[in-house]
């Protein structure tokens, strides 16, 4: 049998009634904590014997957002190196919307190169006048390969400055 335990005193405990546990009810609660102290080192066990489906959290929640938003400023800076000289060459043009087409291929080609022409007049410029008759500016339709109603013309300047400047004062 276990001692008795002195009782706290009466201002401690709230009551003035005084109250002793039973070996029986001590015993029994030993028993309780024995048994659920056993069944939470199982648990334990079974849990350190588990391998983790999934990687323990560390800097990779850190990590992997960063390796993402790196990839991505990278693919980006990529892509705009990519179309720089896409639009560099698109500079160098101008393009006829809604012009048109001829029965056959060679009445179309007359055609074009009439209001090609007559474009080149407007302008004004005898910079790109010279440049048209030298035959550094050339046209097409396209796309050069299919054959419809209305395919825009290309006009490709010698450079992006002729094409900038031949339509500047037109503009607006």
């Keep these: ?7 706290l005193p009466t201002a401690a405990r709230g009551g003035t009634g005084v109250r002793y546990a ?13 048994k659920m102290m056993s069944k939470l080192e199982d648990v334990l ?19 992997n957002p960063l390796a993402s938003t790196t990839r991505h400023v990278y693919e980006a800076r990529m892509k705009a ?8 060459e698109k500079e160098k043009r101008a393009v006829i919307i809604g012009s ?9 080609l007359k055609k074009d190169e009439k209001l090609v022409g007559d474009l080149i007049k407007y302008t004004e410029s005898d910079v790109v006048q010279k440049a ?20 825009p013309i290309k006009i490709a300047f ?15």
């Design 22 to 34: 039973s070996q029986e009810s001590v015993d029994l609660l030993s028993t309780k904590v024995d």
């Design 158 to 172: 010698q450079s992006a400055v002729a094409a900038s400047g031949a339509f500047r004062r037109r503009r607006g």
């Design 132 to 151: 048209f008759t030298d035959g550094k500016i050339s046209h097409h339709r396209h796309p050069s390969d299919r054959a419809g109603k209305r395919r």
């Design 45 to 63: 066990n079974i849990l350190s014997s588990l391998t983790p489906s999934i990687t323990p959290p560390s800097l990779s929640h850190v990590a």
């Design 81 to 88: 190196i990519d179309e720089k000289a896409e639009y560099a």
């Design 1 to 7: 049998m276990t001692p008795l335990k002195t009782p």
């Design 100 to 108: 048109a087409e001829e029965s056959t291929p060679t009445e179309t």
